[in-house]
């Protein structure tokens, strides 16, 4: 038993010989083993339809394996409610209309800490940290689904974040986001991380993915076809060219530079800065 909690607490999310086919028949997600670590920040890659969206809402159980298993924090999502897995793992919709439902930002961020059970200070506690993060003091009596998109996105962040989860899954969270928006989920993945907690980041901006994640895994056609540090992926010809994923513009240019100029890669434009920074002070 020791052997098990202490294994637990490494690994939060575990996906052993997963698969799952929709209703009408289509493979979407096939023969996937993956495991995350506690404390991992990991952006999940690929292009459209590759299946990444089908394998993040196995974390908090809105989808159930057609074979094999999920385990979160070594609950088997099979046999748990989506209500109590998202105690461990909140999941932000890619799309948040599909999030949203209460007819104010204010009772959407208390949501969350009400359906806890948490005491009503804390609950106040906790609206304000989050609004306060997510810069809300000026939407907070307005209706949800009368915002712009990129500010419901960052409500359906913000009311997922109130609960806290030690898992958080964002689907897409910086899609439509002005630079404002996009900093404020790069402030809240840098807050997470040094929280320790485990965040699985899904997304097509491969500046955000190469500046946050630790790790990130590639998809293709239903399948995790590769994982690796940001530096490992995005120098990866064979996966590259398989997902058809251009790196982050930064890395471009330095591979572009790389033998002639750079002695090596760079994932971001300060790594870059400084890097030929180097080069010219020799
Ligand atoms: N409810 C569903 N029923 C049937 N097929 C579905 C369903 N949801 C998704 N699919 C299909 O499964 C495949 C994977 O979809 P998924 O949404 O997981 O991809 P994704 O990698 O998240 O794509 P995107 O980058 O566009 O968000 C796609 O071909 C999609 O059309
Ligand atoms: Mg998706």
Same mark, same amino acid.
């Given at each position: ?17 997963? /698969? ?68 461990? !793992? ?65 409500? !359906? ?12 899954? *964002? ?18 993945? %840098? ?28 998809? /293709? ?18 996966? *590259? ?7 982050? %513009?930064?890395?471009?240019?330095? %591979? #572009?530079?790389?033998? #002639? ?13 400084? !890097? ?7």
């Amino acid at each position: 038993m020791m052997k098990e909690s202490s294994e637990l607490s490494v690994k939060p999310i575990k996906c052993r010989n997963l /698969w799952h086919v929709y209703p009408g028949g289509f493979t979407a997600l096939k023969e996937t083993f993956l495991e995350i670590s506690a404390g991992e920040v990991v952006g999940i890659v690929g292009q459209n339809g590759s299946g990444k969206t089908t394998l993040v809402k196995h974390f908090n159980g809105l989808l159930k394996p057609s074979s094999g298993a999920v385990l979160i924090n070594g609950i088997d999502t099979a046999e748990e409610s989506v209500f109590n897995l998202s105690r461990h !793992a909140g999941y932000v919709f890619q799309n948040p209309n599909h999030q949203l439902f209460a007819t104010s930002v204010l009772s959407e961020l208390q949501f969350g800490p009400k359906n806890l059970g948490l005491p009503e200070d804390e609950i106040l506690a906790r609206v304000e940290e989050t609004t306060e993060l997510f810069q809300l003091h000026a939407i907070i009596d307005d209706h949800p689904l009368r915002l712009s998109f990129p500010l419901r996105k960052i409500v !359906a962040i913000a009311s997922i974040h109130a609960m806290h989860p030690s898992i958080l899954i *964002l689907d897409e969270p910086t899609t439509g986001q002005d630079h404002n928006g996009a900093a404020m989920v790069r402030k809240l993945i %840098q807050q997470l991380r040094s929280e320790g907690k485990t965040v699985v980041l899904v997304s097509h901006d491969m500046a955000l993915i190469a500046e946050v994640a630790d790790r990130v895994v590639a998809m /293709w056609a239903a399948e995790v076809i590769d994982s690796g540090t940001p530096r490992e992926i995005f120098s990866n010809s064979t996966t *590259l060219k398989k997902t058809m994923l251009q790196p982050p %513009q930064a890395t471009q240019l330095s %591979q #572009r530079l790389h033998g #002639r100029v750079l002695p090596q890669i760079t994932l971001t434009v300060d790594e870059t800065i400084d !890097a030929l920074a180097q080069v010219a002070d020799t």
